[in-house]
């Protein structure tokens, strides 16, 4: 039954069957079904129903079985969408016998989030040197933010174990809630079958290799996607203590106090209710608490922006980037016969795969027009902006992969079979990815 | 509200945050103080930025040929205030070494350092160090202190440092 609204006397495993029906055809069908952005409140809970031989869902859930909703669906797409990266992973190190599992872990950003929860933050702007390298001394640990350092530190207090595995399993874990978080951000959206799509869609592009590795996107995208589900379905107080959590973990949390200070405003000029304000206000406390600590402890209220133009993150509008590149393909035979030249046009020409993923999602909002909500434009357009005026940050797949609604107009644009045929060559491209990084990162 | 107005009202909404962003962010994109434009070579190697003093600018400029004949390379230099380079340095911009002298601005930028600074002696009655930021800015502070640049400092007016340099020992 296309367009009908959850109704509290109905069981969830019959509105979600129904809404996978309906949805499930053509493009067509898309038209029909509109379930709008913000939803009144929480979704009916489902009426209980009498034990029976094979005892009902419903009645699984009574007894303390039944996962939550979406979970299941999420955790074998994110199970699922790892086999390309192991393996490429044991592809990589059955090709490289020199090289470890630890020491694929612990490079680039790994090697920073490990390095602060081992020691906390310098008292400094520039951490203390390591080695006797050129560039020894020359980056700064304020540029990364405590948010998943912490989350380190916790799993290894829960679980005892050293440092390095308690950084695979925190990324692990929250990889596989970003993915169930994406779910029902989606969900939100336009029902169950846009939140299998935004799920898989997510869980398969290129850039979610970082939800296996040690980077924070894991907890940052978690926290996004639920702290926008939540905002959605007007949980103020929720949405901001979520946002908190994405504020204190990547900077590109401040998008989201963007989007919730939009969606306040709108609030207090069309309908005088103050109480979304509350969202921005706690999102916002996670960034806050950092500048403060790192006030305190280096002296310079400025420390994380400072810390950045020692990471060369400078505003150009991607001009460098696109000259870098226009220099390359002027010079491609040159560049072709120089390694690190190579490298880094294998680099760009992914980049350039994650500008065109912006631009599909880009295409989808335009497609979407009609039930485009309001936050999660806002969210989208300061974090495509983030993506694109920095050069150092750039369209890659992992930096893409923040813009979360995207995903979630791309689901409900694209017809299931074009969503699924996507989807699987997107997995495949995982794996592909996933090498290619390792390949061109150790040395 | 028509739907009209709504979509109006919607794209104004969001283009004013952006705007208030895009200022926020511009705002902070690059806060640099003394630039280093001066760049001295004797090929490609080694690459060092390097800040100085204003007032020691002539002198340490001339240790840089010798300098770049022992180790090829280019040494990209700037010349500021004191508190100039300090708040340089404490911005996050990229250098490798700096001339200072003792004072305010060099207890600022102690902290940053790669290795404690040394001195280099002094001119015009005001006592200068040297001090590395990065791994990079070591070589060069060397030879200010210990190698050929001592010398051609002395000869350009500096006095020899009052103690033995601490990256001696």
Not at chain 1, 36 to 54: A, D, K, T, V
Not at chain 1, 153 to 170: D, E, M, N, Q, R
Not at chain 1, 231 to 256: C, Q, Y
Not at chain 1, 295 to 320: C, I, P, Y
Request: positive net charge.
């Amino acid at each position: 039954m296309p367009g009908a609204s959850p109704t509290p006397s109905r069981t969830l495993e019959e509105l979600e069957t129904d809404t996978a029906r309906a949805t499930a055809g053509t493009t067509d069908d898309l038209e029909v079904e509109r379930v709008p952005g913000p939803l009144p409140g929480p979704l009916p809970e489902p009426r209980p129903e009498p034990p029976g031989e094979h005892r009902p869902p419903a009645d699984r859930r009574r007894h303390g079985l039944r996962l939550p909703r979406g979970l299941g669906f999420s955790a074998a797409v994110y199970l699922a969408t790892r086999i390309p990266i192991l393996i490429a992973i044991v592809v990589y190190l059955r090709s490289h016998p020199r090289q470890q599992l630890w020491s694929i872990a612990t490079l680039r950003d790994g090697w920073w989030y490990l390095k602060l929860a081992n020691y906390g933050y310098s008292d400094t702007l520039r951490s203390p040197a390591t080695n006797l390298s050129d560039t020894a001394h020359s980056y700064s640990d304020w540029a990364f933010f405590p948010g998943y350092p912490l989350l380190i530190k916790a799993t290894h207090g829960v679980t005892t174990l050293p440092y390095l595995p308690s950084t695979l399993i925190a990324a692990s874990v929250t990889g596989l809630l970003a993915v169930w978080a994406m779910y029902l951000l989606g969900e939100t959206f336009g029902g169950v079958r846009v939140a299998r799509g935004s799920a898989l869609l997510f869980a398969a592009w290129p850039g979610s290799a970082a939800l296996t590795f040690p980077y924070s996107e894991g907890l940052f995208l978690a926290a996004t996607a639920g702290s926008l589900a939540l905002l959605l379905r007007r949980r103020w107080i929720a949405a901001g203590l979520l946002g908190a959590v994405a504020t204190a973990t990547r900077p590109t949390g401040l998008a989201l106090v963007a989007a919730a200070l939009v969606v306040a405003v709108v609030a207090i000029v069309r309908e005088r209710d103050w109480r979304p304000l509350v969202t921005p206000i706690l999102a916002s406390t996670g960034a806050t608490a950092f500048v403060i600590f790192g006030w305190v402890r280096t002296g310079d209220v400025m420390a994380w922006r400072h810390a950045e133009n020692l990471w060369g993150q400078q505003l150009d509008f991607s001009k460098e980037l696109v000259t870098t590149f226009g220099r390359m393909l002027t010079t491609l035979h040159a560049t072709l016969a120089s390694p690190p030249w190579r490298t880094q046009l294998i680099g760009t020409l992914v980049m350039v795969f994650g500008f065109l993923g912006l631009v599909a999602m880009a295409v989808a909002l335009w497609r979407q027009r009609h039930r485009a909500n309001l936050a999660l434009v806002a969210y989208a357009l300061v974090t495509t902006f983030m993506i694109i005026g920095y050069s150092a940050v750039a369209p890659r797949p992992r930096t893409v992969l923040a813009v979360l609604p995207g995903f979630v107009w791309l689901a409900a644009w694209l017809p299931r079979r074009t969503l699924i045929i996507a989807s699987s060559l997107l997995i495949a491209g995982l794996g592909l990815l996933a090498w290619l990084w390792m390949w061109a990162v150790i040395p | 509200m028509t739907r009209r107005t709504a979509t109006t009202w919607r794209v104004s909404v969001v283009s004013l945050a952006l705007v208030v962003v895009l200022a926020l962010l511009g705002a902070c994109g690059r806060d640099s103080t003394v630039r280093a434009n001066r760049v001295t070579s004797s090929g490609e190697g080694h690459q060092a930025t390097v800040l100085v003093d204003q007032r020691t600018l002539s002198a340490v400029s001339a240790t840089f040929p010798p300098y770049l004949s022992r180790l090829p390379g280019v040494v990209t230099a700037g010349a500021g205030s004191a508190a100039d380079i300090a708040t340089t340095v404490k911005h996050g911009q990229r250098m490798d070494a700096v001339v200072l002298p003792a004072g305010p601005a060099l207890d600022r930028v102690r902290g940053e350092l790669f290795l404690p600074p040394s001195p280099i002696g002094r001119l015009g009655g005001t006592e200068y160090w040297a001090g590395a930021v990065t791994a990079g800015g070591l070589p060069f502070v060397t030879f200010l202190t210990a190698g050929r640049g001592a010398t051609v400092l002395q000869a350009h007016g500096f006095t020899k440092p009052p103690v033995p340099s601490p990256m001696l020992h």
